[in-house]
């Protein structure tokens, strides 16, 4: 929960903030609309990937860790953490000259889209580089959520992490001709990158087959339908996957454990607080 870099879930008093409920009251919340899930899915798919990159939208937010002293004061959603900024402590010091060379190819690239807007119209710009970029996006985002957003992934609190715990906490997942051949199996053999990310694509169907044995019951995989199974598997995750929190009655190490839970009534119900246990969870904006 402390180091995950996209897609970190919310825990029960992040999302109880968002809703403005209650904790104890979020076993008791309507049910999410279906209309609603969907509309939050297209502005994750469209705006997901450039708010990562402004924002650091669903990333970890515990910058002060940073060792070298970066991450101080900074926080997601106020510009401090930009994959854009030399001085974001997504970066390490010796690397921020990259980012520079970074920002002046991107600068560069801007500067040759707008001379060819000018020159052949921006209704052409929108159909042949933003419409495909904005669909490039679109998988880019699906496939990093549905390899680490599954109602049967843990996540681990900070001191019931490990790297084998963490590595684990992936899913493969099957999407057909397009995975097999044209994304050469970044789908289907997730679970390996997470381990020994060296392995070349070519090998990984074998290594991933050679860690089965070994993971045992710790290895997830979701392999049916093929690529309609995976466009499933989206609303599925969609619906199941709000926030994460302990298994109910679970103290000590156990507790540190957490799993999905949501609103729709889909899979284990969220935990019953008693109205002690949950104070508010709304936080005022100063600013208002």
């Avoid at 020159?119 to 159909?127: E, K, M, P, Q």
């Avoid at 490990?162 to 493969?172: P, Q, V």
């Avoid at 997830?220 to 926030?243: P, Y």
């Avoid at 679970?250 to 957490?258: A, C, F, Q, R, Y």
């Amino acid at each position: 929960m402390e180091r995950d870099m996209v897609f970190l879930p919310r825990t029960r008093d992040e999302h109880a903030t968002r809703t403005g409920a209650l904790l104890h009251e979020m076993h008791e919340l309507m049910e999410e609309t279906p209309i609603y899930t969907a509309v939050s899915m297209i502005v994750q798919q469209l705006g997901g990937w450039p708010m990562y990159l402004i924002q650091n939208l669903t990333g970890h937010n515990n910058h002060e860790k940073q060792p070298e002293g970066k991450g101080v004061g900074k926080k997601n959603g106020n510009g401090s953490v930009n994959h854009f900024l030399p001085s974001s402590p997504l970066y390490e010091k010796k690397d921020e000259h990259l980012i520079l060379l970074s920002d002046l190819g991107l600068a560069i690239t801007a500067s040759v889209l707008t001379y060819v807007g000018k020159t052949y119209g921006f209704t052409n710009l929108l159909v042949w580089y933003i419409l495909p970029y904005l669909w490039v996006n679109h998988w880019l985002v699906a496939i990093t959520y549905l390899q680490h957003t599954d109602p049967s992934l843990p996540h681990y609190t900070g001191d019931a992490w490990n790297f084998a715990r963490g590595a684990a906490a992936t899913i493969d997942r099957e999407f057909g001709f397009i995975g097999r051949n044209l994304l050469h199996g970044i789908v289907e053999t997730h679970v390996l990158h997470h381990y020994v990310s060296t392995i070349p694509f070519y090998h990984a169907d074998e290594a991933t087959e050679a860690i089965k044995p070994i993971m045992g019951q710790h290895y997830r995989a979701d392999v049916e339908g093929g690529s309609i199974g995976f466009l499933k598997a989206m609303w599925k995750s969609a619906r199941w996957c709000q926030w994460v929190e302990p298994l109910p009655g679970t103290t000590g190490e156990e507790s540190k454990v957490l799993f999905f839970r949501n609103r729709n009534g889909l899979g284990v119900p969220p935990a019953k607080l008693s109205p002690k246990a949950g104070k508010r969870a709304m936080v005022e904006d100063d600013s208002e």
